[in-house]
């Protein structure tokens, strides 16, 4: 079964909103990364968390990693047309060599 | 570099018929997999390979056929087609043997429809 699991599956924010997505997996993850995939497009990387209470800043995103390293979240501020797409987190189990996604966010940014 | 690129972007099949989806790479990297992605369910690993001439079953690998007898490419093949089949496939490398720090670049994708 789905082992990374994200909610919301999808988010209309209207544009000046903030937004986040959460992810939750059911074991500990050595890592977490997040991916954004615009519509129609591929998965392009945005970051990567290791340490376990790991907070890391991109221009309006934020990305934590828990302490238990079972979950993460991305939270934009202010969000912008431009941030349209799913985001996905993606984990590697403890000791696995496969990354493994979440069922992914997407993100409706109504002007 | 091209980077990842697969091909085709589209494709209609019946029941029953088969293709290979192809994946090539350019970046010397040594991890390649194959992913299906469906409404809901986010990425799924089909296959994965660590090097030229080893690969692996990922998490859904039924109904699926894949070689690695070069580190640029990695074709799928599907041997009988079934509709449940339909789905978007993502081929994506990283550098390593999926040492869990690498980062996956994604290709363009393949919207693969079976009737």
């Known amino acids: 079964g789905q082992q990374v699991m994200q909610i919301p599956q999808y988010q209309h924010v209207q544009e000046g909103e903030d937004f986040t997505t959460y992810c939750n997996s059911s074991?500990?993850?050595?890592?977490i990364q997040w991916y954004k995939q615009r519509p129609g497009g591929h998965p392009v990387f945005l970051i990567q968390?290791?340490?376990?209470?790991e907070v890391k800043k991109q221009k309006r995103l934020t990305f934590q990693f828990g302490e238990a390293k079972k979950n993460s979240s991305l939270h934009i501020t202010a969000t912008q047309t431009t941030d349209v797409g799913t985001y996905f987190c993606?984990?590697?189990?403890?000791?696995?060599?496969?990354?493994?996604f979440g069922t992914g966010t997407r993100l409706t940014v109504i002007p | 570099n091209a980077g990842v690129t697969q091909t085709p972007k589209f494709q209609v099949l019946k029941t029953g018929q088969s293709m290979t989806l192809q994946c090539a790479q350019d970046?010397?990297?040594?991890?390649m997999s194959w992913y299906r992605q469906d409404p809901g369910m986010g990425l799924r690993l089909i296959h994965y390979?660590?090097?030229?001439?080893?690969?692996d079953q990922g998490e859904v690998p039924n109904g699926y056929n894949v070689s690695r007898s070069t580190t640029e490419d990695f074709p799928l093949r599907l041997l009988s087609a079934a509709p449940s089949q339909t789905s978007v496939y993502f081929c994506?490398?990283?550098?390593?043997?999926?040492?869990?720090?690498?980062?996956?670049?994604f290709g363009p994708g393949t919207r693969l429809t079976v009737l």
């Open positions: 390979s660590v090097g030229a001439g080893i690969t």
């Open positions: 993606a984990g590697f189990r403890t000791g696995a060599n496969n990354l493994f």
């Open positions: 970046m010397n990297h040594e991890y």
């Open positions: 074991t500990t993850l050595s890592n």
């Open positions: 994506a490398s990283s550098l390593r043997d999926g040492h869990s720090t690498d980062t996956q670049y």
């Open positions: 968390l290791v340490k376990s209470g």
